[in-house]
């Protein structure tokens, strides 16, 4: 037996994940996702913005017709990828706020989502936690995983929301405060896992989609020290592959998303990795579960 329960020993386990953009769910944690979804845990994706502002980053997607309707295919994929996973979604209806280029960068355009007050843009998200009653929150570092203002709003939403939604006293006309148990942070892309496939593809023989990535990247052993918790998942690759590759506008087949073969990630990186920032359970770290700590006391 295990220490702790597994979700799989614990029907009615609910996990929600607060994502900037469609596309982020399946390029963060997603096979993870795809695992406890497959076990039994209720896994509820969040989505920020409708992805308004992303361009097409998939060549063989532009064509004629695609971009004037981005907004309904980046659904259409969406759609597809939550199935894939086996998840739930919803919308919080924010304006995605674009990738700022120029010099000196541009303002950020009016009413998007980095822009609205994290109190204001809180409240959908409030209401959702209420609903949905997560055990488990996960969002993004402050450094937003990567500097787009919309991750940086998402994980200044999202803290605020863990808190706020358990605080009868916030907006009690957006449902029943809801405690959930335990925040994380995404660490899916740190330099000790970057480093460690770059390496492997090496050894193989094999081109590194990493070197140029690696060279401008310091190592940040305190930042690296930050992860608490990893989470086994490989036999979900795949999976989390499939869901990518649904977002077609966003993800080019032939990039170096899907450069190191399957067998190399399952065998020097098996894991997502996650931080805990906040937990109201005992659990002592290094962890591999989410849900470890959560025991029938806690659970409904
Ligand atoms: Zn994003």
């Known amino acids: 037996m295990p220490e702790h329960p597994r979700a799989a020993d614990w029907p009615g ?3 929600m994940h607060v994502h900037a953009h469609p596309d982020d769910e399946s390029s963060k944690g997603a096979a993870s996702t795809a695992m406890y979804a497959a076990n039994g845990v209720d896994v509820h994706v969040a989505t920020c913005t409708g992805g308004e502002r992303g361009s097409i980053l998939n060549p063989k997607m532009d064509r004629p017709g ?8 980046r659904r259409q994929e969406m759609e597809r990828a939550r199935d894939i996973l086996g998840i739930t979604q ?3 209806g924010y304006v995605d706020s674009g990738w700022p280029e120029g010099d000196p960068l541009p303002p950020l355009p009016e009413g998007c989502f980095a822009l609205v007050p994290v109190e204001e843009a809180a409240v959908p998200l409030v ?7 997560p055990h488990v929150l996960t969002t993004y570092d402050e450094r937003g995983g990567y500097p787009h203002p919309d991750h940086v709003m998402c994980h200044k939403v999202s803290v605020y929301a863990f808190e706020k939604a358990s605080d009868p ?7 029943e405060a809801w405690q959930a148990l335990k925040l994380y942070y995404h660490h899916g892309f740190n330099r000790p896992r970057t480093l460690a496939l770059h390496e492997a593809m090496l050894e193989h023989g094999l081109e590194s989609p990493y070197a140029e990535r690696l060279e401008s990247w310091k190592p940040e052993p305190e ?12 036999d979900f690759f795949g999976v989390r592959d499939q869901a990518l590759l649904a977002h077609a506008t ?6 170096w998303w899907f450069a190191v073969p399957h067998e190399i990630q399952a065998k020097v990186w098996p894991t997502e990795d996650f931080e805990l920032v906040t937990s109201h359970v005992d659990t002592t770290v290094p962890e591999d579960d989410l849900f470890a700590g959560i025991t029938a006391k806690e659970h409904p």
């Open 13 to 15: 386990l609910r996990l």
């Open 223 to 234: 930042w690296d020290a930050r992860i608490t918790t990893k989470v086994p998942c490989s």
């Open 90 to 92: 919803d919308w919080l």
């Open 250 to 255: 966003q993800i080019d087949p032939d990039s």
């Open 127 to 133: 209401r959702l936690i209420r609903s949905f009653r």
């Open 66 to 73: 695609i971009l004037d309707n981005i907004h309904e295919i």
């Open 169 to 175: 006293e916030w907006h009690p006309e957006l449902g």
